[in-house]
């Protein structure tokens, strides 16, 4: 099905791990995003993509790493997991100039570092 | 001062009314404007794009004001479905660097 899906949806980990979070879209869209969302903060950005091997950082892009070597594909990968990276990860995406500019997300990974 | 910011909420309403979002934003130059809308613990979803003119779409109507860098969601006859946050959101530039607000809760009670 088209669509943009995340994986894992859950994830427990422990302090100090290498966690990535994995997001498709099927749309060939130019743009995806990582969003965190944590209560008081409302929705955060932390890296995005113009397209395939270009990605820039956003608001909170510290502890955080990314990669696009294909369209589809926009994994987040958090390289030592530190508690203050609990929150609810959604990955997006939007398609190129001229469109209605939306952006679509994914059901979001809910990740806990212990 | 944040870049888009909204009325704190949470705003509980009854079933019928009417009720009015309001958002601002700080950067002058931005081209797009978005209401979206966030169930409990799922995904941000798009409810309506924010045009210069002003737009309805059935009980929603959303107004932009450019100059007082001003966004306003209005929805008439309240349904408990609308129970949600309701974020507003800001483009600079098209495809990218969205910017949301922190959202206003709104409950529709019975």
């Known amino acids: 099905d088209a669509g943009i899906t995340q994986s894992p949806r859950y994830k427990i980990t422990e302090t100090g791990r290498q966690v990535t979070l994995m997001c498709h879209q099927t749309?060939?869209?130019?743009?995806m995003f990582w969003y965190r969302q944590d209560l008081g903060h409302g929705l955060r950005l932390i890296y995005y993509?113009?397209?395939?091997?270009?990605?820039d950082k956003g608001e909170v892009p510290d502890g955080y790493v990314v990669s696009r070597s294909k369209t589809e594909n926009f994994p987040l990968t958090l390289e030592s997991a530190t508690r203050s990276q609990t929150s609810v990860y959604f990955c997006a995406s939007s398609g190129d100039r001229g469109n209605t500019g939306e952006l679509f997300f994914g059901e979001g990974s809910r990740l806990t570092v212990l | 001062r944040k870049e888009v910011e909204q009325d704190p909420g949470p705003f509980n309403v009854p079933e019928g009314a009417t009720v009015a979002f309001n958002c601002t934003y700080s950067n002058s130059a931005s081209q797009s404007f978005f209401w979206y809308r966030q169930d409990c613990r799922k995904e941000p979803k798009l409810l309506m794009s924010?045009?210069?003119s002003g737009n309805e779409d059935g009980r929603f109507t959303a107004q932009l004001n450019r100059a007082s860098q001003y966004i306003s969601l209005l929805i008439r006859d309240s349904k408990l479905s609308d129970s949600a946050t309701y974020l507003c959101v800001v483009n600079l530039y098209y495809g990218q660097n969205f910017v949301f607000g922190p959202g206003t809760r709104l409950s529709v009670l019975p």
């Open positions: 749309w060939s869209h130019s743009y």
């Open positions: 924010v045009y210069s």
């Open positions: 993509s113009a397209a395939a091997d270009i990605t």
